[in-house]
């Protein structure tokens, strides 16, 4: 496989570790991971997901999630489909997101909960 792209990376990675953990993360005491073939199929639905919500190629999509194992799900996802990523650090002021957010011309958000 060549790899040329950020998608390229990921598809290496969930085919190499299809059946083997490719993320692994702790979940409060509980230790937890996901297949690459898991965590190819979940990308490839939350991709379907925002397709269907208007996000096509070329289009902004802000990422405002501190450092977890989604925040990789949702970069595959968005890559995958052709749209940018906009990571954005959550601990920035709302007037610090909201001018990002407006300058990227970001055509949604995707945030996460708390850690």
Sequence with gaps: MEIKTIVDIYDFYAESFKNRATFQYCD???????????????????AAFLKATGV??????????HDRPEWHLCD???LSIGA?????YPTLSTKDTAYIASHAEAKCAVVSSPL
Aim: zero cysteines; a positive charge.
């Design 28 to 46: 409060g005491k509980i230790w937890r991971y996901w297949t690459g073939e898991t965590f190819k199929l979940t990308a490839q639905k939350f």
């Design 56 to 65: 096509e190629k070329g289009d902004k999509v802000l990422l405002i999630s």
């Design 76 to 78: 595959y996802a968005v």
């Design 84 to 88: 940018i990523v906009v990571p954005v």
